[in-house]
């Protein structure tokens, strides 16, 4: 086998490996916050189970870690998400709302100081994440579409297609990061920009993660909500996916072309339409 071809095998596990790591993320936090509502609808007060929701906010334990990264830590938040995600459908409500929060507090540890580790061994690792976003989200999509917007993946005698693909992700994750280095000191004189610059980039990656969990993981809300034919809603999303794909599988260096002003008026178009389609669809209350 050639270094090409080793290459191309490398980069396809790791696309497979991110798809699946976000795939079971946004499976935790659909269970989350489903389990978190249903105690909601219990009582006219607020729950005390709300307290879970303080499990969101688990990054800010990375502050207690300023001066050095553990690939341990890393290893041991993977391992979490995927016993997290194999305990979660076999649990009672209770159970499932505290065993998805750990997993999905987890995830929001290991996200960060996965994208740490790839941005100083990789310097195209973004589109290997990116690409895994997105095979994510096609997944999620498809296991809900085969059971009528339920993941499938967490029913009965199909939650061993999850076991499957937990396993599936288990072994790619420790191919690829099994071994452990040394702790890493962060190099304080390379930081990569002021603090609020920072800020800005960590809230516009929350921002695109929740609206992948609140819409385009399952089609079927927006048919819903949209009251339009949720084949037709299916099929525009699946296109659109199914473009990028064929980019990064026909090698189309598009990324050569992208420049910041492009980059900035799709962003604003895509914010702009999914305004107007709110704007659309509200409920008007009498005033």
Do not use: C
């Not at 389990?35 to 303080?54: D, H, K, M, N, W």
């Not at 649990?91 to 929001?108: E, K, N, Q, W, Y």
């Not at 997944?139 to 579409?145: E, F, G, K, P, Y």
């Not at 079927?220 to 339009?228: C, F, K, L, P, Q």
């Amino acid at each position: 086998m050639d270094q090409g071809s080793s290459a191309q095998g490398k980069r396809t596990t790791e696309i497979v490996l991110y798809g699946l790591l976000f795939l079971f993320f946004f499976q935790l936090i659909a269970d989350f916050v489903e389990a978190v509502y249903a105690f909601g609808l219990l009582q006219t007060g607020i729950p005390p189970e709300i307290v879970s929701v303080l499990l969101l906010f688990s990054p800010l334990f990375l502050f207690l870690l300023p001066a050095r990264l553990s690939d341990r830590l890393l290893l041991t938040m993977g391992a979490l998400v995927f016993a997290a995600r194999l305990a979660t459908p076999l649990l009672d409500t209770h159970g499932r709302m505290l065993v998805s929060g750990i997993g999905v507090s987890a995830f929001m540890l290991f996200f960060p100081l996965l994208l740490y580790r790839l941005g100083r061994e990789q310097e195209d690792a973004a589109i290997s994440v990116g690409s895994g976003l997105t095979l994510g989200v096609v997944l999620s999509i498809l296991l809900r579409a085969l059971n009528s917007g339920s993941d499938l993946s967490t029913w009965g005698w199909y939650q061993g297609l999850g076991w499957l693909l937990v396993a599936l992700a288990a072994l790619f994750f420790y191919r690829r990061f099994g071994v452990v280095r040394p702790e890493v000191q962060i190099d304080q004189s390379q930081r990569p920009g002021s603090t609020a610059r920072v800020a800005a980039l960590s809230l516009g990656l929350a921002a695109a993660l929740v609206l992948l969990y609140f819409a385009f993981t399952a089609p079927n809300v927006i048919a819903r909500w949209t009251g339009e034919n949720y084949f037709v809603v299916l099929a525009l999303l699946l296109v659109s996916l199914g473009i990028y794909a064929l980019a990064l599988v026909g090698k189309v260096k598009f990324l050569q072309w992208l420049n910041p002003a492009l980059l900035w008026g799709g962003n604003f178009v895509f914010v702009i339409s999914l305004v107007l389609t709110i704007l659309a669809h509200q409920v008007r209350f009498p005033v």
